[in-house]
């Protein structure tokens, strides 16, 4: 059975793949087997393991440690960078892929509210990966995203 896919349709099963963590047997094996067909060595399908989410709530801790002790007016008016080590974040994500790295910072915004310093930290972060190769990938795993 062939099936022929349209750009689109590659870009949701991307969406879909990256979006999910913690697969089970079968539906690995099924996006392993659609990976397999399409050719397309840019969906990586991976099995997170929580691994992601484990990140996302270290930084969350971080971001949370770093208001309880300076305040969200100091955050806010200083910026991450002057109450959290970013560059360790930096350092620590530089072994994954944009994909891991989108699902990890999506966690970070969905978890807490831009408005509440997600999106202070999620940018800080972003901006110290301007030297990738893959930056423009990372930029794009979501549109609140920003560098």
Request: glycine fraction near 10%; aromatic fraction near 8%.
């Amino acid at each position: 059975m062939t099936i022929d896919l349209t750009q689109a349709e590659v870009e949701i099963l991307k969406e879909m793949i990256s979006l999910t963590e913690g697969f089970s047997k079968s539906e690995s094996k099924l996006l392993d087997n659609i990976s397999k067909k399409l050719g397309n060595q840019s969906i990586k399908i991976k099995k997170f393991k929580g691994e992601t989410s484990e990140y996302g709530e270290y930084l969350i801790k971080e971001l949370d440690n770093a208001l309880s002790q300076y305040g969200l007016y100091t955050y806010s008016d200083k910026g991450a960078y002057e109450v959290l080590d970013i560059d360790k974040f930096v350092k620590d994500l530089s072994g994954k892929t944009p994909v891991e790295i989108g699902v990890i910072l999506k966690y970070v915004m969905d978890k807490r509210e831009i408005s509440i310093g997600g999106g202070g930290l999620v940018d800080s972060i972003v901006g110290q990966m301007d030297n990738r190769g893959d930056f423009e990938e990372i930029l794009n795993q979501d549109e609140r995203i920003e560098y």
